[in-house]
């Protein structure tokens, strides 16, 4: 159970996580670097699973994530209300979701990583939150 203090502070975590990761993804320069560390990456630890070469509509597509979740991101960093946490708690389950379809169909098994991280935040956003109060309690 959290406080509500401590849920704002979570869901402002959350959000320096996402945009950390998340922001190579943003152009399609940024992108190439990445891609080619993590599939460098990936064939060094010779991890099961396909990191393919990406064509134009694939970046296209991780441009666009990128986009978005930096947006998402900087809105929870600047004003982490609880509901915001909510909904990037569905957010996170849908994407692991995907994850997991992907991983289940040949992708990287560098994903995992990913994965669990989604599943580890949605959990943590989805906990109760309790009212937190600066009174003293008042004597009976």
Same mark, same amino acid.
């Given at each position: 159970m959290w406080t509500s203090t401590q849920y704002r502070? @979570?869901?402002? #975590?959350?959000?320096?996580?996402?945009?950390?990761?998340?922001?190579?993804f943003a152009t399609p320069w940024s992108f190439a @670097?990445?891609? #080619?560390?993590l599939s460098g990456l990936s064939q060094a630890l010779d991890l099961p699973g396909e990191l393919p070469a990406f064509e134009p509509m694939h970046l296209l597509m991780a441009n666009l994530l990128g986009s978005i979740v930096c947006v998402w991101a900087v809105l929870r960093i600047r004003d982490p209300q609880q509901v915001f946490g909510r909904y990037d708690a569905v957010g996170r389950f849908l994407f692991a979701a995907w994850q997991l379809y992907a991983l289940v169909h040949g992708a990287s098994s560098l994903l995992v990583i990913f994965l669990f991280f989604e599943l580890a935040w949605g959990v943590v956003q989805v906990l109760p939150v309790t009212l937190s109060s600066r009174a003293s309690p008042l004597p009976h």
């Open positions: 502070r @979570l869901v402002r #975590g959350s959000a320096w996580y996402d945009l950390i990761v998340t922001v190579a @670097l990445l891609h #080619g560390a």
